[in-house]
């Protein structure tokens, strides 16, 4: 994608949707920590299906420890790994509780020390919780920012890095949500809608899906 198109696509998608939110439901960053943590692989759908129950009853990193590994894996067990997320969940709780006044850090390194917490997990907690500008990098930003030519790159990293580089500052802290949105209902993996898509002008995939018949 040519530099001059970048602004154009933004504007676009910031046009269409100007607030745009994660589709995980939250109410405080700890849930939204533990919602992403119990997330990876798994549907946002599904994720708030469990939350909706757990949430209410423990939503501190104390009351989830006082829940118990058990108690814990009976609210979300109907979520895919739900025995490693839970452990994972726990520990990061203790953590939580022991070194950081039961408060989530706001900074990367504090965050990617807590288990069950990788890059993309931090990205997005630092970016929807704290407004920093990061790239959380799913499956579904990787493709549509190789497929638009928007940040090409063989790796998450990659495309991350191309991302910091390339999208103007204007739209750093939402163009992680427009692309997630762009991927999930338009650009998808298997046919892209492109006869419908908002900024079939700025992309370079070619040649352009052409709708059912
Ligand atoms: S035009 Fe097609 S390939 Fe390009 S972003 Fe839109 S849906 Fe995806």
Not at 94 to 120: C, N, Q, W, Y
Not at 185 to 205: G, H, I, N, S, T
């Amino acid at each position: 994608m040519k530099k001059s198109a970048i602004k154009p696509f933004f504007t676009i998608l910031r046009e269409a949707n100007p607030s745009p939110q994660t589709e995980l439901e939250y109410t405080t960053v700890f849930e939204l920590l533990a919602a992403v943590l119990l997330s990876a692989q798994a549907t946002d759908v599904g994720v708030n299906k469990a939350t909706r129950k757990l949430f209410p009853v423990a939503n501190t990193p104390q009351a989830i420890l006082d829940l118990g590994l058990e108690g814990l894996e009976s609210y979300i067990k109907t979520i895919g790994l739900y025995r490693s997320k839970a452990k994972h969940l726990m520990e990061t709780c203790r953590i939580l509780v022991e070194r950081h006044g039961s408060k989530v850090p706001d900074t990367r390194e504090a965050l990617e020390a807590l288990p069950g917490v990788g890059r993309k997990t931090a990205n997005v907690v630092l970016n929807v919780a704290f407004g920093q500008p990061t790239m959380a990098v799913d499956t579904h930003i990787f493709r549509v920012s190789n497929r638009t030519g928007l940040a090409p790159g063989k790796t998450p990293l990659e495309v991350e890095k191309q991302l910091l580089q390339r999208v103007p500052a204007e739209f750093a802290v939402d163009s992680h949500h427009w692309l997630i949105l762009l991927g999930r209902y338009v650009c998808q993996a298997r046919k892209p809608k492109c006869w419908e898509c908002l900024v079939a002008a700025q992309c370079d995939f070619k040649p352009k899906s052409e709708a059912p018949k």
